[in-house]
Structures are given as C-alpha cells and as structure tokens.
C-alpha cells in the first residue's frame, strides 16, 4: 500500500513510511434558522468538503524494511518537507491516491506541521492534512422559455495541467546539483539535460549562471 500525491503534470510524490491510520472527516451542511415562538430548525444544505489527515515520518536514513519507495526515489527530509511547502502554495488541486484502496481523490493540501524529536537526529515527523476540492457546478435559472444560465455559480472549468516548472542556473551550479535541490535525486540530472539540451549545448557540464532551465 502507498500513499502517493500526483500534480498535474503527472509527478508523483510518495509518502516513505505508511501512517498507522488514516482520519477521513465527513460533515452534512446544515443552514439553521431561528422561527418566531417555534425555536431553532436545521435544513440540510449539501456536503461539506471532506478532510483527511495523517500523521508519519521522513526518516534521515533509507531503510528497505519499512519504506515504500526505492532508494532512487528517497528523498532527504528536509527536501520532503520543502515540496509539502510547494504543495501547500498550490492553487491547482493534486491528486490523492492510496493504493489497494478506493481513495483516489482531488485534493488540496490544507496544512501540514513538522516535529524534530531528541534521540532520532535528522528524522522529521509531520502531520497533514488535505481537503476534497469539487468543481462547482453552473446552474440555470427558471425563468424565461428557453431558460438562462446563472452568472453567480459560472466558472470556467479548472485545467489540472501544471505549468511547466523552471529553474534559473546561479554560479556554482551543476545538473547534478539542480537535480538533487529541486527533485530529490541527483542522478536526475540527465533528464534535465535533455530538456535544455538546445539552451545548454553539447556539454552538459557547461550551464552558465541566467540560464532558464525547464524541469521534468
């Protein structure tokens, strides 16, 4: 079982160690009103977003008996930790799935809290939590014969693509280091390569600083 958040672009970002559980958080809407010499009534006014929050840890060191992820994948924590940072100032919704289960849904990464515990250096445990996100739907109004689309619920459908994410080279830079900075994995670096090869040249060891690189 993994869990896993994907963007837009297809980049999946695994959790390293499972969570021992799972909160998923569902409420009802409720509008109450106040009725003269009757008291308070509540009416029912749809579901409201669901949550869910989980709790586990980034460990500082690769250990195959309980990641969920290759060591080609694993990521330092405090990388990890940055790219919860990217996800939280997301305004596209990623998508969150946990294998082996049903849940497969658009979220938005709420808030999400770090602990850095005595006796286990270098390890950083977290808690977040994440918010169902729903398209709001247009609805038509009744009046007139061939009926009128509201203005107020009218908005354009959400493109989930991500734009494209870039970097600029600064001096001491190498594709080696980029890689390692912005997607956790140094051997990354050839991937960059190919994507700028037209910007960098024949060399890949030859990027200057003010380049604009494009990354995967």
Not at 2 to 7: G, Q, T
Not at 10 to 16: A, E, I, M, V
Not at 98 to 108: K, W, Y
Not at 124 to 140: D, H, N, P, Q
Request: aromatic share 10%.
């Amino acid at each position: 079982m993994n869990f896993a958040l994907i963007d837009g672009k297809g980049k999946r970002f695994t959790f390293p160690v499972n969570p021992e559980e799972v909160t998923i958080s569902r409420q009802k809407g409720y509008d109450t009103t106040m009725i003269l010499s009757s008291g308070e009534f509540d009416f029912a006014q749809g579901d409201r977003v669901k949550e869910i929050s989980f709790a586990s840890f980034f460990p500082k060191e690769y250990n195959n008996s309980f990641c969920q992820v290759s060591q080609d994948e694993f990521m330092d924590p405090q990388t990890a930790m940055n790219k919860l940072n990217d996800f939280l100032a997301m305004k596209m919704p990623l998508r969150f799935v946990i294998s082996e289960t049903a849940v497969n849904v658009l979220v938005f990464v709420a808030s999400h809290n770090s602990t850095f515990r005595g006796g286990e250096p270098g390890d950083v445990y977290f808690e977040i939590t994440l918010r169902t996100w729903r398209e709001l739907k247009v609805a038509k109004t009744a009046g007139g014969s061939q009926g009128k689309t509201s203005t107020v619920n009218k908005k354009p459908r959400v493109d989930l693509k991500e734009k494209s994410k870039t970097y600029v080279v600064k001096p001491g830079d190498s594709l080696s280091k980029i890689a390692k900075l912005e997607l956790g994995n140094s051997s990354a670096w050839n991937k960059i390569y190919q994507l700028n090869k037209k910007i960098i040249g024949s060399n890949p060891n030859a990027i200057k600083p003010g380049q604009k690189l494009v990354l995967p």
